[in-house]
C-alpha cells in the first residue's frame, strides 16, 4: 500500500485474474472500492488484461515478485497527459 492505495492481482492458471482496487477518499476525490474478475494473456513481457485500456510492460516477475510498467496518455480539460505508473507486487504466501 502506499498512501493508503491497496492493489492487489490474483492470477490463476486458466487466464483469469481477480483484481482489487482501493484508493482512499481525498479533498478532491470520491473513494475508489472496485473489484472484480477478467482474463488475460502474456505476450513476451507484455501483460495484457481483458477490459484495462494499456497493456502492462512486465520487468521484473519471479516467485516472489512482479514490477509492472504501464504509460496512459489521456486529455483532461483541452490538455493532453501523460501517465506512468510503475506497480511493485511481493506474493504474500
Given at each position: 500500500t502506499?498512501?493508503?492505495?491497496?492493489?492487489?492481482?490474483e492470477?490463476?492458471?486458466d487466464?483469469?485474474?481477480?483484481?482489487?482496487?482501493?484508493?482512499?477518499?481525498?479533498d478532491?476525490?470520491?473513494?475508489?472500492?472496485?473489484?472484480?474478475e477478467?482474463?488475460?494473456?502474456?505476450?513476451?513481457?507484455?501483460?495484457?488484461?481483458?477490459?484495462?485500456?494499456e497493456?502492462?510492460?512486465?520487468?521484473?516477475?519471479?516467485?516472489?515478485?512482479m514490477?509492472?510498467h504501464?504509460?496512459?496518455?489521456?486529455?483532461?480539460?483541452?490538455?493532453?497527459?501523460?501517465?506512468?505508473?510503475?506497480?511493485?507486487?511481493?506474493?504474500?504466501?
Amino acid at each position: 500500500t502506499m498512501r493508503g492505495i491497496i492493489r492487489q492481482f490474483e492470477f490463476k492458471d486458466d487466464n483469469t485474474v481477480k483484481h482489487y482496487t482501493y484508493i482512499p477518499p481525498t479533498d478532491n476525490t470520491e473513494e475508489v472500492d472496485r473489484h472484480g474478475e477478467t482474463t488475460y494473456e502474456r505476450n513476451g513481457n507484455q501483460l495484457i488484461l481483458k477490459n484495462y485500456p494499456e497493456p502492462y510492460t512486465i520487468l521484473l516477475l519471479d516467485d516472489k515478485n512482479m514490477n509492472l510498467h504501464v504509460r496512459t496518455e489521456f486529455v483532461s480539460d483541452g490538455q493532453q497527459y501523460l501517465l506512468e505508473n510503475l506497480d511493485k507486487f511481493e506474493r504474500m504466501n
